[in-house]
C-alpha cells in the first residue's frame, strides 16, 4: 500500500455533467500526475502538476482541468462529461526529483458516465 | 497513444514456472520501468533500467533492456498464484513531454 489516496473510489455519472476527483499525496512527495486507464488499457498521461501549477500535459482537451494545493494534495476535474470518459482515474505522487523514475499510485477512482 | 506494447497480451503458466513479457517502445528513453496492477487497483512500482544498463535484478525478477531494438523483457522466475496480475512497461522519453508513457500491458495468470 502506497500513501497515495483517491477519493471517491466508485463515481456514477451522466453525460453533461461535471466531476471533481480528489487525491492526496503521499507524505514528502511534491509532484502529483493524473493519468486516465481504460479498461484493457494502459495508463494515459493526463497532466503533471508541480509547486500547483501544470506542469506538463498529454493530449486530453481543455475540459480537464486541475488544481494542486500547498499541501501538494490535488484534484483532477472533468466537465461535460462524454461516454468516453468512462474510466479508471488514477493519481500517482512522486518527488520532485523521481518524478520520472518511480510513481506511487493510489487505488483510483472508476468513474462511469452514463 | 500509448509508447510501449507489451507482448503477449496475455499469458498463462502453471505456479513455480517462469514467466517472461517483453515490451517494445518507439522513441529514445533515459528509462523503462515495469509496473504492476492487481485488478481494478492503482499501479505498483516494480523496477527501473537506465538506458545506458543492460540486465537489472531484484528478487526474482530480472529485466533486460535493449535499445537498438528498442525492447526490453520482464522475467519472472518461479512463479507464483500470487503473481497473478497485470504488468506493465513505462518509458521515460529523452525529449519531449517529460512523463512515463505506459504500453498496453501482460495480463498473467498463475494456475496453482
Known amino acids: 500500500e502506497t500513501g497515495v489516496t483517491q477519493s471517491p473510489t466508485h463515481l456514477i455519472k451522466t453525460r453533461g455533467q461535471q466531476v471533481t476527483l480528489r487525491c492526496s499525496s503521499q507524505?514528502?512527495?511534491?509532484?502529483v500526475s493524473w493519468y486516465q486507464q481504460a479498461l484493457g488499457q494502459g495508463p494515459q498521461f493526463i497532466f503533471q502538476?508541480?509547486?500547483?501549477?501544470?506542469?506538463g500535459r498529454g493530449n486530453f482537451p481543455p475540459r480537464f482541468s486541475g488544481l494542486q494545493f500547498p499541501n501538494y494534495s490535488s484534484e483532477l476535474n472533468v466537465n461535460a462529461l462524454e461516454l468516453d470518459d468512462s474510466a479508471l482515474y488514477l493519481c500517482a505522487s512522486s518527488s520532485r526529483t523521481e518524478a520520472n523514475e518511480k510513481l506511487f499510485f493510489g487505488s483510483g477512482t472508476q468513474l462511469s458516465v452514463l | 497513444s500509448q509508447q510501449g506494447e507489451e507482448d503477449p497480451q496475455a499469458l498463462s503458466i502453471q505456479e513455480g514456472e517462469n514467466a517472461t513479457m517483453n515490451c517494445s517502445y518507439k522513441t529514445s528513453i533515459n528509462n523503462l520501468q515495469w509496473y504492476r496492477q492487481n485488478s481494478g487497483r492503482g499501479l505498483v512500482h516494480l523496477i527501473l533500467i537506465r538506458s545506458n544498463e543492460r540486465e537489472k535484478h531484484s528478487g526474482r525478477l530480472r529485466v533486460t533492456l535493449d535499445t537498438s531494438k528498442k525492447s526490453s523483457s520482464l522475467l519472472i522466475t518461479a512463479s507464483r498464484a500470487a503473481d497473478t496480475a497485470s504488468y506493465f512497461c513505462a518509458t521515460d522519453p529523452l525529449t519531449g513531454r517529460r512523463a512515463l508513457t505506459f504500453g498496453s500491458g501482460t495480463r498473467l495468470q498463475v494456475q496453482p
Open positions: 502538476y508541480y509547486r500547483e501549477e501544470e506542469n
Open positions: 507524505s514528502g512527495h511534491n509532484t
